[in-house]
């Protein structure tokens, strides 16, 4: 993946605030019945799921390798994606993560738009969202993630604004 970049410019800053961090140790680990429902859902759900969380949450957690931001071929739509997830958790739990050895790290929804999203875009690298072990997920092309993304961010944030 075409993402060096990114990974390299977040280095020569501190991954995370001490507010991420904080917000993060307050969040509770997702319940076996949680995680079984979410990876029950139809791809399309947890796409739907996915973006809402991404918001909620503001942030997505994506696989790095050793030298760059970790992707795969999907043979089915022979492509070059990108996985991101709405949790930690999942992310560690998919097989290719665990063979590869890759590191989970969290990124900001702020800079999967301004950031990630253009270098999928230039590189032409489609988004895997929210895979699972059973192979099932959605592709959404860099431009389509980022419409989806912001329309989902942009009402999150007007749900935020008190009336």
């Known amino acids: 993946m075409a993402l060096k970049d990114y990974k390299s410019a977040r280095q020569r800053k501190i991954w995370q605030s001490i507010p991420d961090e904080e917000r993060r140790a307050d ?3 997702l319940t076996q019945t949680e995680r079984h429902t979410l990876l029950s859902m139809a791809a399309s759900d947890r796409y739907d799921y996915l973006l809402r969380e991404m918001c ?3 942030e997505g957690w994506a696989a790095f390798g050793p030298q760059d931001m970790a992707g795969w071929l999907d043979p089915l739509h022979d492509l070059d994606v990108v996985p991101v997830w ?3 958790e999942l992310a560690s739990s998919m097989e290719i993560v665990k063979r590869n050895s890759w590191d989970i790290v969290p990124i900001p929804v702020v800079d999967w738009i301004d950031e990630i999203i253009p270098k999928l875009i230039e590189s032409e690298n489609f988004v895997c969202a929210f895979p699972t072990n059973n192979g099932e997920f959605i592709v959404r092309s860099g431009e389509q993630f980022a419409k989806d993304l912001e329309a989902h961010w942009n009402g999150f944030a ?3 604004a008190a009336p």
């Open 56 to 58: 909620a949450r503001e």
């Open 86 to 88: 709405p949790h930690s």
């Open 158 to 160: 007007k749900s935020l």
């Open 27 to 29: 969040r509770r680990p």
